[in-house]
């Protein structure tokens, strides 16, 4: 070994994990790719489901656990107002983050780890990197007329999704070299031919939401993009097909993800991306 390499700087690599309820289980099955190569990352991000599956990751926990928790669930379990249009409380997420990761700060996970969330008092972006794990995660996946808004310290959170659905600028504030990027829903702008109101306002938030989420695919090194567009973000049904699709789109990416981790992948410049606008706590 030369002497220059003793002193070499490691690279530090994150990962953000999107946002898109229930398509969020294709994250199990990059996570279990990640594993076969024995790829670990540095820092990890996660919006909504993404926060879930992010801190999953961050706590240790290896993709066939995740996948038994998640097959264990059911919709109700998470979602527990039985009245249309009535918006439930997080407890439902926030039982089963107790449950499964125990009562504990988001500094107590093995790994260092963000959410996003949005606080509707200032409007602001937050990126929650220490407190209550359970709560910061509800708040984080806590999406606007489904769920009730969380109440985190001084702010009122609601779904990250809203402002960085897929947070890949985060790894860098903490001095991440590279970041890779999944994406469990990139299909999800389609149009409708439909006149009826509720069609055209569901098609105008998938158009929102596609401009939301390409910030993330700029801020990334590398996006792993799953196409799950035959799936209901509602529903927890074909898990194990998600799964699949998340495997086999990061196996397919290997090779470019081997070139990040051995630092020959060609480097974004550095920038603020976007730092003035988001709060830290």
Known sequence: MKLFDL???????????????????????????????????????GTSVGSIMGAAYASGMKS????????????????????????????GIESMMRENFGDINIED???????????????????ISHGNLAKAVAGSCC???????????????CDGGLQNNIPANIPRFFDCDYVIAVDCNSTRTYGTESTKTLDIISCALRVLMK??????????DLTIACDTKRYKATELQ???????????????????IMRIFSG?????????????DILFI
């Open 211 to 220: 401009s939301n989420s390409i910030k993330g695919y700029l801020n990334a």
């Open 264 to 276: 020959k992948y060609p480097k974004k410049k550095k920038k603020d991306y976007g730092k003035d």
């Open 7 to 45: 002193f070499k700087k490691k690279i530090k690599i994150g990962i953000a994990f999107g946002g898109g309820g229930a398509k969020g289980m294709t994250h199990i099955g990059v996570m279990k790719a990640f594993e076969e190569y024995g790829l670990n990352f540095d820092y990890v991000a």
């Open 143 to 157: 999406v606007p007329g489904i769920f009730q808004p969380v109440v985190f310290q001084d702010y009122l959170l």
């Open 64 to 91: 066939n656990e995740i996948l038994k928790i998640a097959k264990s669930m059911k919709t109700s379990d998470i979602r527990t107002s039985k009245v249309f249009f009535m918006p439930s409380k997080t407890e």
């Open 109 to 127: 996970l093995k790994k260092p780890f963000s959410c996003v969330a949005v606080d509707m008092k200032s409007t602001k972006e937050l990126c």
């Open 238 to 256: 074909g898990i194990d097909e998600m799964v699949e699709i998340g495997y086999r789109n990061t196996i397919d990416m290997m090779p470019e």
